[in-house]
């Protein structure tokens, strides 16, 4: 028979399951691990630090660059304005001129149909 004490699938199945784990290879994994968060830790903080600062050259041309910069934008909007202005005044000399354009037209008109009278009389 060959469900006997001694054959290996029943040992198989008897078997406590175990997992071994290697020591040195678990330690050796841990320390790897420890270094790469270090490393990149550190990496971090330099590229943090080196582009938090700006040198005092760059940071005098950038500030003139800014004043300048603001100067023209100023200038720009005191342009604007001043446009806006004067597209206000043109819009209402347009309006009256067309105003008096059409009295003018008017009065032509009227003084036709006058002329027309009188020299059928």
């Not at 001694?6 to 678990?26: I, P, V, W």
């Not at 040198?55 to 800014?66: G, K, V």
């Not at 446009?83 to 003084?111: H, I, P, W």
């Amino acid at each position: 028979m060959r469900w006997v004490k001694g054959s290996r699938s029943r040992k198989l199945t008897t078997a406590r399951l175990e997992f071994r784990s290697d020591r040195r290879l678990r330690d050796a994994l841990h320390a790897i691990t420890v270094f790469s968060l270090i490393a990149a830790g550190l990496a971090v903080g330099a590229w943090l630090y080196s582009s938090g600062r700006i040198p005092a050259a760059q940071l005098a041309a950038l500030t003139r660059e800014n004043a300048a910069l603001k100067a023209d934008l100023d200038r720009m909007r005191t342009e604007l304005e001043m446009e806006r202005a004067t597209r206000t005044a043109l819009t209402g000399q347009v309006a009256e001129l067309s105003q008096r354009a059409a009295d003018l037209k008017n009065q032509v008109d009227f003084f036709t149909a006058q002329g027309g009278r009188a020299t059928r009389r």
